[in-house]
């Protein structure tokens, strides 16, 4: 019974549908109809009245078109990104191609060694903290297990001078320090090469800039005469070279000086530690001062 009632139902709104959809489709046929009877009685009254005034409206001059501002807000963007690449290609695939070079590798190094500092990290009070509770409860080897199995330079300091707890306090300072000397090494292993990069990059664009001189004097000479479309080309590569190389200079000096800023800061860490691991030691009495 259901089944039927569905069937009588479907077969009806089938029917009502397609009588809707007959009879809306002749109402919209009518109106157009009679739109376009409209339209026509209007463009003849429109035409009648054009001849008797004998003008009409011109449109704007020079044919411009109004501006719609549905800009893209990235035009931007991607018009500075296009122009950098022209101009890099521009300036000639031997000089603009080894100061391209110098940036990757300036970067490379210089990733590696924010990588390398942010894990140098430590928080030393933390570890100052472990450590005296290791030397009260568990003595020398407990706190050496926790400079053990924690990672940074702090920590690789503190094991040196714990280890070297029964030659006294001098011979503990003396590791500290000669200890401290050869992890700041380590924390600027690498910095030599990127300074390198840095005094690299404006030099090569220097030298492109002194070669594309040159070639414009080489191209004024072969023309006999001076022009600006004689002299433009090698003037242009020269420019560009020295922009290039500057703009590389630039990008690697503020990553260079973060990464000094750096190290300086590990440093007072690692000395200021250094210190408080001794009084640590002689309030425990681990090791003499004698």
Known sequence: MKK???LVALAGFLTFG??????????VEDAAAVEEMDTTATDEV??????????AETPPAGGEEVNSGDEDPNDGGFELSTELKT???????????IVLLCLILGLALIIERIVYLNLASTNTKKLLEKVEDALASGGIEAAKEVCRNTRGPVASIFFQGLDRSEEGIEMVEKSVVAYGGVQMGLMEKGMSWIGLFI???????FMGTVIGMIQAFDDIANAGTISATVVASGIKVALLTTVFGLIVAIILQIFYNYLLAKIDSLVNDMEDASISLIDIMLKHKVTTAG
Do not use: K, N
């Open 87 to 97: 101009r890099f290609i521009e300036g000639g695939p031997g000089f603009m191609g």
């Open 46 to 55: 429109m035409e009648e009245e054009g001849a008797d005034e004998g003008e």
């Open 4 to 6: 039927v009632l569905a």
């Open 199 to 205: 005094a690299l990059a404006p030099m090569l664009g």
């Open 18 to 27: 397609v009588s809707s959809a007959v009879y809306s489709q002749d109402e």
